[in-house]
């Protein structure tokens, strides 16, 4: 399992995390039951929230229980003014690289008053008293509007409840529910995205054929490093709201692979459900040609960054827009 635990200042993070671990290793008493907490970063975000659960696979008797992960540095930032490398490209690659993990985002909430009467208690700045409100908002608006995967609110800012263990049990059965739904795709590195993806968009290979892909290890596809082809990806699917209304699909629903990198590609689309598919590239086409799964076609987006760079709302189109492309067989 792999659980996120998200929230405000004084919302019960930290207790919910312990009780978790606690469950969790009383339950599976030979499980590797593992804790994370994240705080302010010092590196990329991918390399914060992204590279150190790269050889995290559901089933394997691993669990991770993180004590605020990737939601705070879409939320501070805000608050405080600072800067941050998490755009929303990144932000979204990120959650798709959780979905084929089978996170659970754990939003822990409570009333605005019992917030700010912790912070008052336990004298934390006024700075941050001033802050805490805002801060709330946007973890309930990230929840509520932004987040790609799936969610369980809780209040669990008194550890005396009663049904404390229940909330407990909750969260635990809905995070086995996800992690066993992502079983199927332990075996594909490049894959992100949810387990049953309304739409696969299949690129070349990790960097080119001058590298080794044994350099790139687990990371998976299209990781949005500045510059790379998976930023400039990322950024279009990022341009503009993604609704079924317009374009037939939600970025929560858009699982990313190689066809000529470490992985069965035609396995992998089999896996997934047969997904509606996009090839990007004469090399991806190329091989989903050869393996039969039938696709549209779409240029790459590295090629589409050097030569048709300001064109990016006609590529959205071009990946998106299911009934005017045609399928190729």
Same mark, same amino acid.
């Given at each position: 399992?792999?659980?996120?635990?998200?929230?405000?200042?004084?919302?019960?993070?930290?207790?919910?995390?312990?009780?978790?671990?606690?469950?969790?290793?009383?339950?599976?008493?030979?499980?590797?039951?593992r804790?994370?907490?994240?705080?302010?970063?010092?590196?990329?975000?991918?390399?914060?929230?992204?590279?150190?659960l790269?050889?995290?696979?559901?089933?394997?008797?691993?669990?991770?229980?993180?004590d605020?992960?990737?939601?705070?540095?879409?939320?501070?930032?805000?608050?405080?003014?600072?800067?941050?490398?998490?755009?929303?490209?990144?932000?979204?690659?990120?959650?798709?690289?959780?979905r084929?993990?089978?996170?659970?985002?754990?939003?822990?909430?409570?009333?605005?008053?019992?917030?700010t009467d912790c912070?008052?208690?336990?004298?934390?700045d006024?700075?941050?008293?001033?802050?805490?409100?805002?801060?709330?908002?946007?973890?309930?608006?990230?929840? !509520?509007?932004? $987040?790609?995967?799936? #969610?369980?609110? &809780?209040?669990?800012?008194? @550890?005396? %409840? /009663?049904?404390?263990?229940?909330?407990?049990?909750?969260?635990?059965?809905?995070?086995?529910?996800? !992690?066993?739904? $992502?079983?199927?795709? #332990?075996?594909? &590195?490049?894959?992100?995205? @949810?387990? %049953? /993806?309304?739409?696969?968009?299949?690129?070349?290979?990790?960097?080119?054929?001058?590298?080794?892909?044994?350099?790139?290890?687990?990371?998976?596809?299209f990781?949005?490093?500045?510059?790379?082809?998976?930023?400039?990806?990322?950024?279009?699917?990022?341009?503009?709201?993604?609704?079924?209304?317009?374009h037939?699909?939600?970025?929560?629903?858009?699982?990313?692979?190689?066809?000529?990198?470490?992985?069965?590609?035609?396995?992998?689309?089999?896996?997934?459900?047969?997904?509606t598919?996009?090839?990007?590239g004469?090399?991806?086409?190329?091989?989903?040609?050869?393996v039969?799964?039938?696709?549209?076609?779409?240029?790459?987006?590295?090629?589409?960054?050097?030569?048709?760079?300001?064109?990016?709302?006609?590529?959205?189109?071009?990946?998106?827009?299911?009934?005017?492309?045609?399928?190729?067989?």
């Open positions: 399992m792999l659980i996120l635990i998200e929230g405000a200042d004084c919302a019960g993070k930290s207790v919910l995390s312990g009780r978790l671990i606690e469950s969790l290793r009383r339950a599976e008493p030979d499980a590797d039951v804790y994370l907490h994240s705080g302010p970063p010092t590196e990329h975000p991918l390399d914060e929230y992204a590279w150190p790269t050889g995290y696979r559901p089933g394997t008797g691993v669990h991770y229980v993180c605020r992960w990737h939601v705070g540095e879409d939320v501070y930032p805000r608050v405080t003014g600072r800067p941050t490398d998490m755009t929303d490209g990144v932000r979204a690659w990120i959650e798709l690289f959780l084929s993990r089978g996170a659970l985002l754990v939003h822990c909430d409570a009333p605005d008053q019992l917030l912070a008052v208690a336990r004298r934390d006024h700075t941050d008293l001033l802050r805490l409100p805002h801060a709330t908002r946007l973890f309930r608006r990230y929840v !509520a509007a932004t $987040t790609l995967l799936p #969610t369980l609110s &809780v209040d669990v800012s008194d @550890p005396d %409840r /009663p049904d404390y263990a229940e909330i407990v049990d909750e969260v635990i059965g809905y995070a086995a529910r996800e !992690a066993r739904a $992502t079983v199927p795709l #332990t075996s594909y &590195v490049t894959y992100v995205g @949810p387990s %049953r /993806p309304s739409l696969l968009l299949v690129g070349d290979r990790r960097g080119t054929i001058t590298h080794d892909l044994d350099e790139y290890g687990d990371r998976p596809a990781g949005p490093t500045v510059g790379s082809s998976g930023a400039y990806l990322m950024s279009t699917l990022t341009v503009e709201p993604l609704r079924v209304a317009t037939g699909v939600q970025l929560r629903d858009v699982g990313l692979v190689n066809a000529n990198d470490v992985d069965d590609v035609r396995a992998c689309w089999e896996t997934l459900g047969r997904p598919t996009v090839g990007l004469v090399n991806a086409r190329r091989t989903l040609r050869a039969g799964v039938p696709h549209r076609s779409a240029v790459h987006p590295q090629y589409q960054r050097r030569f048709l760079h300001h064109s990016r709302n006609t590529y959205l189109r071009q990946l998106l827009d299911l009934v005017t492309v045609e399928v190729t067989a």
